[in-house]
């Protein structure tokens, strides 16, 4: 059986993510266990690792630095033994160099580039950026499998993920400008919307990384 490790670091809507990846496994027949745990032995041995996040880059980072050993845990299942690793929200924006929310904070730097402000181009849009949008230049990768030409997915975020290297970036979305929805590179992803939230199409993105083999 296939272990799924829900990273708790003290941020992130735990329970709903838990409930999401949970019902993705049984819609596709799959018998993984989901777990949440902190636990630095739990997470370096998980088959794979889902990263969520709520709130401020710099605090959620801090609080990941704090539980001793857990970075170092992640860092040897993501990049050591390749597993599959997802980010999500706040979670995928730690993937980045650095975040530059209340001052410059060092990321984990697994994909390339700097966490910013979204600056709409028409000042009629508002940031926070909350609600449905749709996804657009989806690339083909795997966790967009099945999925519509441009399925509609649940953000709430100020700050974007800004990839140096565009080949990152598997999907994005138009808020007064194209942005990161969703980046990947090898095993380790990350998608700035809520699957969890996004009713089918998000749970159709969790079943596919929870069959994901890069």
Not at 107 to 113: F, P, R, S, T, V
Not at 144 to 166: C, I, R, V, W
């Amino acid at each position: 059986m296939s272990k799924v490790v829900l990273i708790d670091y003290g941020s992130g809507n735990l329970r709903s993510a838990e409930k999401g990846l949970q019902k993705a496994a049984r819609e596709v027949g799959l018998a993984d266990e989901v777990v949440t745990s902190s636990d630095p032995d739990v997470v370096a041995a998980a088959d794979r690792l889902v990263l969520p996040g709520v709130g401020a880059f710099a605090h959620c980072m801090n609080l990941v630095n704090a539980i001793p050993g857990l970075t170092e845990a992640m860092t040897h299942a993501a990049v050591a033994k390749g597993r599959p690793f997802l980010g999500v929200c706040v979670g995928m924006q730690l993937l980045a160099t650095r975040g530059l929310e209340f001052g410059e904070t060092p990321g984990l730097g697994w994909i390339e580039g700097d966490v910013r402000l979204i600056r709409p181009s028409d000042p009629r849009l508002k940031v926070p950026h909350m609600g449905w949008n749709e996804l657009l230049g989806i690339n083909g990768h795997a966790l967009f499998t099945g999925e519509a030409q441009s399925p509609h997915m649940y953000f709430t975020h100020s700050f974007a993920l800004d990839a140096k290297n565009p080949a990152d970036v598997i999907a994005s979305f138009d808020h007064g400008g194209r942005h990161a929805a969703a980046v990947a590179r090898g095993n380790i992803a990350g998608v700035q919307f809520h699957p969890e939230k996004s009713q089918a199409a998000g749970l159709m993105l969790l079943a596919n990384f929870l069959e994901w083999r890069p």
